[in-house]
Structure formats: structure tokens, C-alpha cells
């Protein structure tokens, strides 16, 4: 995008030109991908050190969860991301309608994580596997096994609430933009949306070995 | 009341409630959140009152020891959590980073006023449970106590905890996105005034910092509400794993209440010196290497928790190097000092006052960074006076020494300055007799956090309540003389202490947008040299 | 804005890449290497997350703050659990003698 193009375009009141209002968005985006990183940081550093203490235990914990529904939800996760850089490419170009198209179908796989998600979640509950909730396991290491699907939950959980957010961001992207509030020359929200949906798509990258894989072998 | 022909500033811009409440201008928010953190302020102050009355006579006689444990906890996490945390970033911080750096706003004005909303969230919640009984973990919530044995308002406190964090995050955020991209032209980093260095480093410290503490309260309330095990060694947690967890952020966290405050003691030190900073840029540096230094050394807390000894030794060679670049700065003020044409109005001498206490809170720092020593006053009350030395000592008075140099800016107003220097000489003796008493306390052997003690420790807890009484009185004094100058005080000029930078070329109190227009800076930070000696408008 | 576009095909290249890698870390997950099974596992997770970063995110075609500021969360977790893990793994090398 020229610069003379950007200058033309509305900006808030507090910047210069549009496009300091664009490198400063995205980097805002930038440096909340940061915090958000520190924020899964600490619960994965929780999980590395109780499987390091624990290891036996929590491999076979892991066990207990479903891989073909986990490999499934990191497909689906990958290609939203695929479908999530298309959007953003569109956008890019002023392709209003690759860019609508591709959200859709970026919701739509998000919604699908989801449900599949949600599926597990209620499979591991009649499996009385719930720490909390319903945790009926009374194998050896009981405790130990607790702690283990404790940070499955949370880790999963917040992942998931992130998801859900992220589908807010989405939906609004999609009402905004068919209303034909984007164009070649300003289309930063759908940029910087792209930045957060990758981020949890990368969470999800180290979650699925470190959750689901370990115990495999 | 200004007469009409005066230009609209930002406090007369609107007078509806409605415009105050959504408001997005970086100034007004700034005296949103100084209003309410001054009213945390009082509360904690009142808890404080409550335990050195009750440590007057060395048997329990004014509160259980419940309520004991109540009271210490409550003003720890209302004085850290609600006040010191937001104090100089906030207030300070959101009022002069737009201004300092030549910009109209910070980058995202609506942001701003939601990180004030989810503050006001926050403190909410931690209101409700100190309201519906109170909470008695110490205000680091050690695990297995805060998780399962605690019969007290933990969950609410932490939920409210977890919200603050994020009111934090938010303005550490748009602090570097603001310093990065809204810079005036000719204001390049080296130009920088150090008050902007010190809010650069200390808003990576919240980005980087708070999140883990969000989580980590988060994982405690979980495994109280859900009686999980993460942190509990009878379901095969570990609690140590929390202390890791929680000093990662609580220790940061010290920097994030010390470094604002170094950086309007630079400001303070240079201006009444009219001299240019010694060593500009090795002040600026050290304020990040004490943000990047500040996150590997939270194991010095776990000394006797028995973390690993190797582990132990790493964090205490480490914890030796912070007191390099924070002697950068204390040498280089003092050398600043140093044939300086020093003047001696209310804001230096806080900041006067400030050296010395943060000089001992930093030397007594390093006595708890070695292994041995640590062991023999773990928990006691030289612990307390240390680090009260660095957050009233340095963080307050910064606090307060920051106030007083920019009220004029803030509120247009002067304050009497002749009272204002007695109010800071009050605070310092107050404070050396509440805390330094407390030194000698914990070295002879007297333990933190209980309400009752051995009879020949009565002389110097009485001297330390004593001094506490004065230090109320220095507190209280500036609240009364600061609403005074709102009503009576005498209109103060656009750079009222012949300062240098850019808040002081816009008129007092600045217009909405805080330039008619954009300035450009040619010139490096602090070049006094440059300028006449002004003649002082301090009177009132 | 000097905005980089990224060509549909080198997102479709990226995409499929990530693929082969999670088949890869998966099929790997299966076979029982001792200790470097979660040094695989984690090595393959970050591939795909510098992948994502740098060719979804566009940081290859960003400026320098950008990589900094990609950086800065992985490299203080980084640092959180190393060190924490100093603490796990050095616990027990000075027996310390129990109270009888």
C-alpha cells in the first residue's frame, strides 16, 4: 500500500497518517501475542515439571485421551490457519469476496474444533475423568493421574476459551467486512484478527504432542 | 473558574459526569486512577494503622490472631496489588508519556480507559472479599495454605487479582506501542527523557510478568474450587512450584513499582541541579537491564523453601548483579548532584530524600541475596524494612516526589511549597523510625507476621509505631495542602521550575490535545546549559 | 505501509508442510527413541510454530521490532522453564540428613 493511498484514509484523531495508526495496531497485536505467550508459558511449565516428576504416570494418563480426535483437531486447527492467511491474502488484494469466503470457512472449522472438542470433554466426563466435576479413577497413582487431566483441563480450557474469543473477533470481521467496511487500503482488523487466530493455532501446535503424544509409544 | 475567553483545556473541556466516566483522553484517566488509588491508598493505610497499634504492647490484646493475619494480608495485596502497581505507571505515567514524547494520546486512547474499568473490576472483587471476611494468606497465597486450608475469601481475592493484572498488561502495552510509534520528529531514543526509558522497561515487565501471575492465581482458585492437587504434595503437587510460579511475576513486579520512580527521580535530580544527567545513557540502559536482570533472579524468595541448593546459588550470584545498574543510577544522580546549582523546592526534596532510603533498601537487598545470611533473617523483620525501604522509600516517594513536580502540570495549580517541604521531612523521619527500628527487630531475631511477641522487643515496636503515627501525618499533609491548591492555590505557569521537556512548552493544565501543535524536538534531554536559571515561582 | 504479500501458493506450501510435520510427529510418537522422544516431539512443534510465525504471521517480511517482539514471549518462557527446571533436577544432589 503507497503511502500516498494510506494518507488520504480516515485515522483516529491521536495519530499522525493511517499508516502509523497501522504499525501501531499491529504491533499492539504483537506485544499481546507476547503476554499471551507467557500466559500458556506458565501453565506448560507447570505441565513440564509434573511430567518430569511424574513421568510414568502421566504417560500413562495420556494414554487415556482419544489421538484420532486430537491428530483430527489439528488438521482442522492448520487449516483454519491456511484458510485464515487466505482471508488476510484477499483482504490484502480488496478481494471482498475470498476474503468473506475464507472467514466463513475459518468459523466454520473453528466451530468444528470446537465441537469436537466438546465431544471429548463430555466423552472424558462419562469416563468419570472430570477432576472436580466427576473423577472416578481409582487405578494406581490416582492423585498424580488427577493432576495430570487437572492441567489437560486447563491448558485445553483456556486454549478453548481463546478459540471462542476468537470466533467473537471472526463473526464481527465478517459482519464488518460484508458491509464493505475494507478495502486494499485499510484492512488492519482483519491483519491483526490474522495474527491472534494463528497464535492459537500455534498454542495448539505444542499442545497436541505435549498432551496427547507422549505416551504413544 | 477560568474566564471564558481562556482556551478550553482538558479539565474544562467538559463538565458532565458522562464525560469524566467515557472519557478517552489520556489526563483525565490518569486523575481517574489517581482518585482511586489514592482511596486504595487510605484503605491500605488503614490496615497498616491497625497492625502497628496492635504490635504496640507485645501481647495480642486489640485483635485475634485472625483478625491479625487479616489485617497484614489485606494491606499487603490492597498496597502492592491496588496501589503501588498502578501508582507512578498510571497516574504519572499515562499522564506524561503522550506529553513527554510529543504525541496527542497514547496510542489507544479506548484501551486505556478499559484497563481503568477493569481496575475498578478488579478492586471490586478484592473489596468483596475483604468485606464479606477477609482474606489471611499473606498476600503470596502460598499453596497448599491459600489452596486448601484457608477458610477465608481466597477465590474472590484472587478472581480480583487476576482481573487487575489485566488493567496492568494493558497499560504496559500501550506504553511501548506509544513510545515506539508516536515519538515527535527529532525525538529519537537517546533524546528520550529517562522518566519514558524507565516506563519502557517496566512496561515489558508487565507484559511480560503479568500474564504468569493471572495463571497462576487462576490455577489456585481452580484447585480451590475444584479441590484439584496442582499445588497440594498430598495429590502429588508440588507448593514450591508455586512459589517459582508466583516470584516470577512478585519479583518483576518490584521493578515495576521501583522503576517509574527511578525515572522521576531522574527527572527531579536533573532539573533542580540545572545540570544535563551524568551519564545519560548508562541511566537509560540500566533501567532494561534492570527489567532483563529482574526476571532471573525470583529464586533469592525460596532460599529456605528448599529449592535446590545449586539452584539457590545461581539466583544469588544473579540477585549480586541487579545492585550494578541500580548503583549506575545512584551514582550517577549523585554525580549529577555534584557542583549542581541545587535548589531546594518540595519535589527535590523528596527526591533527596529518596536516595538515602533507596541506598539502604538497596545495600540491605543484598545482605537477603546471600545464602547464609538469608537463612538466619528468612521471615523476619528485617525482610519487612528492607522492602518496605525500597516501596515506601522509593516507590512512595518517588510517588510523591513525581506528584509534586507535576501538579502545576496536572491541575494548573500551585501548592504552598514551604508546606510541602515540611510534609516531606515528616515522611522521612517518619519512615526511618517506623522502619529502620525494624531492622534491628528482625536481626535480633523477631519473626514477621505474628501478632504477639517476647517482651524485650516492646521498646523498639513501640518506637516503630511511633514513627508510624508521624509517617501517617506526612502522608495525610499533602492531601490536604494538593485539595487546597484546587480551590486557593495561585494559577501556575506553563513550566513553573524553568524544567526542561516537552510536558512544560504546553500551557498548565495542558488543552485536550496537548499541542497546538506538533512539536519537534532538536535538542537532547536535560540540556540546562542551555538555560537561564529561572526565577522560581514556588511561592504561593 | 511496505506490505508484503504472500503469494496463495507459498501458503499452500506452508500448509502442507505442516501437515507432513504433524504426520511426522505423530508416526515418531509411536516408536520409543528413551529420552529424545519428547526432544523430537518438541523440535517438530517448534518447526511448525517458526513456520506459522514467520510465513502466516509475515514476520519474515517484518521489520526487526516485529522478530524481537516474536521472540521475546519463546525466549522468556525459554528462560521460566529452564530455570525452574534447575530447581527440579539439582533437588536432590546434596542429600540433606532428616530429623530422626
Same mark, same amino acid.
Given at each position: 500500500?503507497?503511502?500516498?493511498?494510506?494518507a488520504?484514509?480516515a485515522?483516529?484523531?491521536?495519530?499522525?497518517?493511517a499508516?502509523?495508526?497501522?504499525e501501531?495496531?499491529t504491533?499492539?497485536?504483537?506485544v499481546?501475542?507476547?503476554n499471551?505467550?507467557?500466559?500458556?508459558?506458565?501453565?506448560i511449565c507447570a505441565?513440564?515439571?509434573?511430567?518430569?516428576v511424574?513421568?510414568?504416570v502421566?504417560?500413562?494418563a495420556s494414554?487415556?485421551?482419544?489421538?484420532?480426535?486430537?491428530?483430527?483437531?489439528?488438521?482442522?486447527?492448520?487449516?483454519s490457519?491456511?484458510?485464515?492467511?487466505l482471508?488476510?491474502?484477499?483482504?490484502?488484494?480488496?478481494?471482498?469476496?475470498q476474503?468473506?469466503?475464507?472467514?466463513?470457512?475459518?468459523?466454520?472449522?473453528?466451530?468444528a474444533?470446537?465441537?469436537?472438542?466438546?465431544?471429548?470433554?463430555a466423552?472424558?466426563?462419562?469416563?468419570g475423568?472430570?477432576p472436580?466435576?466427576?473423577?472416578?479413577?481409582?487405578?494406581?497413582?490416582?492423585?498424580?493421574?488427577?493432576?495430570?487431566?487437572?492441567l489437560?483441563?486447563?491448558?485445553?480450557?483456556?486454549?478453548?476459551l481463546?478459540?471462542?474469543?476468537?470466533l467473537?473477533?471472526l463473526g464481527?470481521?465478517?459482519?464488518?467486512?460484508?458491509?464493505?467496511?475494507?478495502?486494499?487500503d485499510?484492512?488492519t482488523?482483519?491483519?491483526?484478527?490474522?495474527?491472534?487466530?494463528?497464535?492459537?493455532?500455534?498454542?495448539?501446535i505444542?499442545?497436541?504432542?505435549?498432551?496427547?503424544?507422549?505416551?504413544?509409544? | 473558574?477560568?474566564?471564558p475567553?481562556?482556551?478550553?483545556?482538558y479539565?474544562?473541556?467538559?463538565?458532565?459526569i458522562?464525560s469524566?466516566?467515557?472519557?478517552?483522553d489520556?489526563?483525565?484517566?490518569?486523575?481517574?486512577?489517581?482518585?482511586?488509588?489514592?482511596?486504595?491508598?487510605?484503605l491500605?493505610?488503614?490496615?497498616?494503622?491497625?497492625i502497628?497499634?496492635?504490635?504496640?504492647t507485645?501481647?495480642?490484646?486489640?485483635?485475634?490472631?485472625?483478625?491479625?493475619n487479616?489485617l497484614f494480608?489485606?494491606?499487603?495485596?490492597?498496597?502492592?496489588f491496588?496501589?503501588?502497581?498502578?501508582?507512578?505507571?498510571?497516574v504519572l505515567?499515562?499522564?506524561?508519556v503522550?506529553?513527554?514524547?510529543g504525541?496527542?494520546?497514547?496510542?489507544f486512547?479506548?484501551?486505556?480507559?478499559?484497563?481503568?474499568?477493569?481496575?475498578?473490576?478488579?478492586?471490586?472483587?478484592?473489596?468483596f472479599?475483604?468485606?464479606?471476611?477477609?482474606v489471611?494468606t499473606g498476600?503470596t497465597?502460598?499453596?497448599?495454605?491459600?489452596s486448601?486450608?484457608?477458610?477465608?475469601?481466597?477465590?474472590?481475592?484472587a478472581?480480583g487479582i487476576?482481573?487487575?493484572g489485566f488493567?496492568?498488561?494493558?497499560?504496559?502495552?500501550?506504553?511501548?506501542?506509544t513510545?515506539?510509534?508516536?515519538r515527535?520528529?527529532?525525538?529519537?531514543w537517546f533524546?528520550m527523557?529517562?522518566?519514558?526509558?524507565a516506563?519502557?522497561a517496566?512496561?515489558l515487565?508487565?507484559?511480560?510478568?503479568?500474564?504468569?501471575?493471572?495463571i497462576?492465581?487462576?490455577?489456585?482458585?481452580?484447585?480451590?474450587?475444584?479441590h484439584l492437587?496442582?499445588?497440594n504434595?498430598?495429590?502429588g503437587?508440588?507448593?514450591?512450584?508455586?512459589?517459582h510460579?508466583?516470584?516470577?511475576?512478585?519479583?518483576?513486579?518490584?521493578?515495576?513499582?521501583?522503576?517509574?520512580s527511578?525515572?522521576?527521580?531522574?527527572?527531579?535530580?536533573?532539573?533542580?541541579?540545572r545540570?544535563?544527567?551524568f551519564g545519560?545513557?548508562?541511566?537509560?540502559?540500566?533501567?532494561?537491564?534492570?527489567a532483563?536482570?529482574?526476571?532471573?533472579?525470583?529464586?533469592?524468595?525460596?532460599?529456605?523453601?528448599?529449592?535446590?541448593?545449586?539452584?539457590?546459588?545461581?539466583?544469588?550470584?544473579l540477585?549480586?548483579?541487579v545492585a550494578?545498574p541500580s548503583?549506575v543510577?545512584?551514582?550517577?544522580?549523585t554525580?549529577?548532584?555534584?557542583?549542581?546549582?541545587?535548589?531546594?523546592?518540595?519535589?527535590?526534596?523528596?527526591?533527596?530524600?529518596?536516595?538515602?532510603l533507596?541506598t539502604?533498601?538497596?545495600?540491605?537487598g543484598?545482605?537477603?541475596?546471600?545464602?547464609?545470611t538469608?537463612v538466619?533473617?528468612?521471615?523476619?523483620?528485617?525482610?519487612?524494612?528492607?522492602f518496605?525501604?525500597?516501596?515506601?522509600?522509593?516507590a512512595?516517594?518517588?510517588?510523591?516526589g513525581?506528584?509534586?513536580?507535576?501538579?502545576?502540570?496536572?491541575?494548573g495549580?500551585?501548592?504552598?511549597?514551604?508546606?510541602?517541604?515540611?510534609?516531606?521531612?515528616?515522611v522521612?523521619i517518619?519512615?526511618n523510625?517506623?522502619?529502620?527500628?525494624?531492622?534491628?527487630?528482625?536481626?535480633?531475631?523477631m519473626p514477621?507476621?505474628?501478632?504477639?511477641?517476647?517482651?524485650?522487643?516492646?521498646?523498639?515496636?513501640?518506637?516503630?509505631?511511633?514513627?508510624?503515627?508521624?509517617l501517617g501525618?506526612?502522608?495525610?499533609l499533602p492531601?490536604?495542602?494538593?485539595?487546597?491548591s484546587?480551590?486557593?492555590?495561585?494559577?501556575?505557569p506553563a513550566?513553573?521550575?524553568?524544567?526542561?521537556g516537552?510536558?512544560w512548552?504546553?500551557?498548565s493544565?495542558?488543552?485536550?490535545d496537548?499541542f497546538?501543535?506538533?512539536p519537534?524536538?532538536t535538542?537532547?534531554a536535560?540540556?540546562?546549559?542551555n538555560?537561564?536559571?529561572?526565577?522560581?515561582?514556588?511561592?504561593? | 505501509?511496505?506490505?508484503?504479500?504472500?503469494?496463495a501458493?507459498?501458503?499452500?506450501?506452508?500448509?502442507?508442510?505442516?501437515?507432513g510435520l504433524?504426520a511426522?510427529t505423530?508416526?515418531?510418537?509411536?516408536?520409543?527413541?528413551?529420552a529424545?522422544?519428547n526432544?523430537?516431539?518438541? %523440535?517438530? /512443534?517448534v518447526?511448525?510454530? $517458526?513456520? #506459522?510465525?514467520?510465513?502466516?504471521m509475515?514476520?519474515? *517480511?517484518?521489520?526487526?521490532?516485529?522478530?524481537?517482539? %516474536?521472540? /521475546?514471549g519463546?525466549?522468556? $518462557?525459554a #528462560?521460566?522453564?529452564a530455570?525452574?527446571?534447575?530447581? *527440579?533436577?539439582?533437588?536432590?544432589?546434596i542429600?540433606?540428613?532428616? /530429623?530422626q
Amino acid at each position: 500500500m503507497s503511502n500516498h493511498a494510506a494518507a488520504s484514509l480516515a485515522h483516529q484523531h491521536q495519530f499522525d497518517d493511517a499508516e502509523q495508526q497501522y504499525e501501531a495496531s499491529t504491533l499492539g497485536m504483537w506485544v499481546f501475542i507476547v503476554n499471551e505467550v507467557m500466559f500458556f508459558g506458565a501453565m506448560i511449565c507447570a505441565y513440564v515439571v509434573y511430567r518430569v516428576v511424574h513421568p510414568g504416570v502421566f504417560e500413562h494418563a495420556s494414554q487415556q485421551l482419544n489421538i484420532t480426535l486430537g491428530l483430527v483437531n489439528t488438521t482442522i486447527l492448520i487449516t483454519s490457519s491456511l484458510t485464515m492467511a487466505l482471508a488476510v491474502h484477499g483482504a490484502q488484494q480488496g478481494k471482498r469476496g475470498q476474503m468473506l469466503g475464507y472467514l466463513l470457512l475459518t468459523m466454520v472449522l473453528g466451530a468444528a474444533f470446537l465441537g469436537i472438542k466438546g465431544f471429548e470433554y463430555a466423552h472424558k466426563y462419562s469416563e468419570g475423568l472430570v477432576p472436580g466435576l466427576n473423577f472416578t479413577y481409582t487405578g494406581p497413582h490416582a492423585d498424580e493421574s488427577q493432576l495430570f487431566f487437572s492441567l489437560y483441563f486447563a491448558l485445553t480450557g483456556f486454549h478453548a476459551l481463546h478459540m471462542v474469543i476468537g470466533l467473537g473477533i471472526l463473526g464481527a470481521l465478517f459482519a464488518v467486512g460484508a458491509r464493505g467496511m475494507f478495502s486494499r487500503d485499510y484492512h488492519t482488523p482483519v491483519e491483526i484478527s490474522g495474527l491472534y487466530w494463528h497464535f492459537v493455532d500455534i498454542v495448539w501446535i505444542f499442545l497436541f504432542p505435549l498432551l496427547y503424544l507422549l505416551g504413544l509409544h | 473558574m477560568d474566564a471564558p475567553e481562556t482556551p478550553k483545556n482538558y479539565l474544562t473541556a467538559d463538565y458532565s459526569i458522562k464525560s469524566w466516566l467515557l472519557t478517552v483522553d489520556h489526563k483525565r484517566i490518569a486523575v481517574l486512577y489517581l482518585v482511586s488509588i489514592t482511596a486504595m491508598f487510605l484503605l491500605g493505610s488503614a490496615f497498616a494503622a491497625g497492625i502497628r497499634l496492635e504490635l504496640l504492647t507485645p501481647r495480642g490484646d486489640l485483635f485475634t490472631s485472625d483478625t491479625y493475619n487479616k489485617l497484614f494480608t489485606m494491606h499487603g495485596i490492597v498496597m502492592v496489588f491496588f496501589f503501588l502497581i498502578p501508582s507512578i505507571p498510571a497516574v504519572l505515567g499515562n499522564f506524561l508519556v503522550p506529553i513527554m514524547i510529543g504525541a496527542r494520546d497514547l496510542a489507544f486512547p479506548k484501551i486505556n480507559l478499559l484497563s481503568w474499568y477493569i481496575y475498578v473490576i478488579g478492586a471490586t472483587f478484592a473489596m468483596f472479599a475483604m468485606i464479606t471476611g477477609g482474606v489471611d494468606t499473606g498476600w503470596t497465597f502460598y499453596t497448599p495454605y491459600s489452596s486448601w486450608v484457608s477458610h477465608t475469601n481466597v477465590t474472590a481475592t484472587a478472581i480480583g487479582i487476576f482481573i487487575t493484572g489485566f488493567s496492568s498488561i494493558l497499560t504496559g502495552l500501550n506504553f511501548i506501542v506509544t513510545i515506539h510509534r508516536m515519538r515527535a520528529p527529532g525525538l529519537t531514543w537517546f533524546r528520550m527523557p529517562l522518566f519514558i526509558w524507565a516506563h519502557y522497561a517496566t512496561s515489558l515487565v508487565m507484559v511480560l510478568g503479568t500474564p504468569v501471575i493471572a495463571i497462576t492465581v487462576a490455577l489456585v482458585g481452580l484447585e480451590r474450587i475444584f479441590h484439584l492437587g496442582i499445588f497440594n504434595p498430598q495429590m502429588g503437587g508440588d507448593p514450591i512450584l508455586f512459589q517459582h510460579l508466583f516470584w516470577f511475576y512478585s519479583h518483576p513486579a518490584v521493578y515495576i513499582m521501583i522503576l517509574p520512580s527511578m525515572g522521576v527521580i531522574s527527572e527531579l535530580i536533573t532539573c533542580f541541579s540545572r545540570k544535563s544527567i551524568f551519564g545519560y545513557s548508562f541511566v537509560a540502559i540500566s533501567s532494561l537491564a534492570i527489567a532483563f536482570l529482574g526476571f532471573i533472579v525470583w529464586g533469592h524468595h525460596m532460599f529456605t523453601t528448599g529449592q535446590s541448593v545449586y539452584t539457590g546459588m545461581i539466583f544469588s550470584i544473579l540477585s549480586f548483579a541487579v545492585a550494578i545498574p541500580s548503583a549506575v543510577k545512584t551514582f550517577n544522580w549523585t554525580a549529577t548532584l555534584y557542583r549542581g546549582s541545587l535548589s531546594f523546592e518540595a519535589p527535590m526534596v523528596y527526591a533527596l530524600c529518596y536516595l538515602g532510603l533507596f541506598t539502604i533498601g538497596g545495600l540491605t537487598g543484598l545482605f537477603l541475596a546471600t545464602l547464609g545470611t538469608d537463612v538466619h533473617v528468612h521471615d523476619t523483620y528485617f525482610v519487612v524494612a528492607h522492602f518496605h525501604y525500597i516501596m515506601v522509600g522509593g516507590a512512595i516517594l518517588g510517588y510523591l516526589g513525581g506528584l509534586h513536580f507535576w501538579w502545576p502540570k496536572i491541575t494548573g495549580k500551585m501548592y504552598p511549597d514551604g508546606i510541602a517541604r515540611t510534609a516531606a521531612i515528616i515522611v522521612f523521619i517518619g519512615f526511618n523510625l517506623t522502619f529502620f527500628p525494624q531492622f534491628v527487630l528482625g536481626y535480633m531475631g523477631m519473626p514477621r507476621r505474628y501478632h504477639f511477641y517476647v517482651d524485650e522487643f516492646q521498646v523498639l515496636n513501640v518506637l516503630s509505631t511511633a514513627g508510624a503515627g508521624i509517617l501517617g501525618v506526612g502522608y495525610l499533609l499533602p492531601m490536604f495542602y494538593f485539595v487546597w491548591s484546587l480551590i486557593y492555590g495561585k494559577k501556575a505557569p506553563a513550566n513553573p521550575w524553568g524544567a526542561t521537556g516537552l510536558e512544560w512548552t504546553t500551557p498548565s493544565p495542558p488543552p485536550t490535545d496537548n499541542f497546538a501543535q506538533t512539536p519537534v524536538v532538536t535538542e537532547d534531554a536535560y540540556s540546562y546549559e542551555n538555560l537561564p536559571v529561572p526565577t522560581r515561582a514556588s511561592a504561593v | 505501509m511496505a506490505e508484503h504479500i504472500v503469494s496463495a501458493r507459498s501458503y499452500f506450501a506452508v500448509f502442507f508442510a505442516l501437515m507432513g510435520l504433524t504426520a511426522i510427529t505423530v508416526a515418531v510418537a509411536f516408536n520409543d527413541f528413551g529420552a529424545w522422544n519428547n526432544f523430537v516431539a518438541i %523440535a517438530i /512443534a517448534v518447526t511448525k510454530a $517458526t513456520l #506459522v510465525i514467520l510465513y502466516f504471521m509475515h514476520v519474515r *517480511y517484518s521489520t526487526h521490532l516485529t522478530w524481537v517482539m %516474536a521472540g /521475546a514471549g519463546f525466549f522468556w $518462557t525459554a #528462560v521460566m522453564i529452564a530455570y525452574v527446571m534447575t530447581d *527440579y533436577v539439582a533437588r536432590g544432589w546434596i542429600p540433606v540428613p532428616i /530429623a530422626q
